[in-house]
């Protein structure tokens, strides 16, 4: 009777899975990057910028469970709560800005 050896598991270390999923969603925030230089509006960059945020939160609740550590997941936290005030400032803003009848740079809507 064989039994299978030990020192070759099929899984991946939980740890690594993390890490990897971290490395991917950091890599796809570059692409999202181009739309915050790129725009072409400027609801298009916020958007991309709320989403930068959004990812950086994941990012760091991933590396919080990867690394074991707690103080990273506050981090992350407060950053979330700071990237939607961001996300509702820049909104009440454009909004005033554009029922006041001003037009926004890069086109804006027509």
């Known amino acids: 009777m064989t039994t299978a050896p030990t020192d ?8 690594d899975l993390l890490l990897v999923a971290a490395v991917l969603l ?9 739309r915050v230089v790129v725009g072409p509006t400027l609801q298009d960059r916020v958007v ?15 590396l919080a469970a ?5 103080g990273l997941l506050d981090v992350a936290l407060v950053y ?13 803003v454009l909004g005033e800005r ?3 009848g001003h037009s926004t740079p890069g086109g804006g809507p027509r």
């Open 8 to 15: 070759f598991p099929l899984v991946a270390a939980p740890t």
């Open 26 to 34: 950091v890599a796809l925030a570059a692409v999202v990057g181009y």
């Open 48 to 62: 991309a910028i709320n989403a930068l945020g959004t990812t950086a939160v994941v990012v760091l609740a991933l």
């Open 66 to 70: 990867a690394f074991d550590d707690p």
């Open 80 to 92: 979330g709560l700071l990237n939607f005030l961001l996300s509702v400032g820049l909104a009440r």
């Open 98 to 100: 554009s029922a006041a």
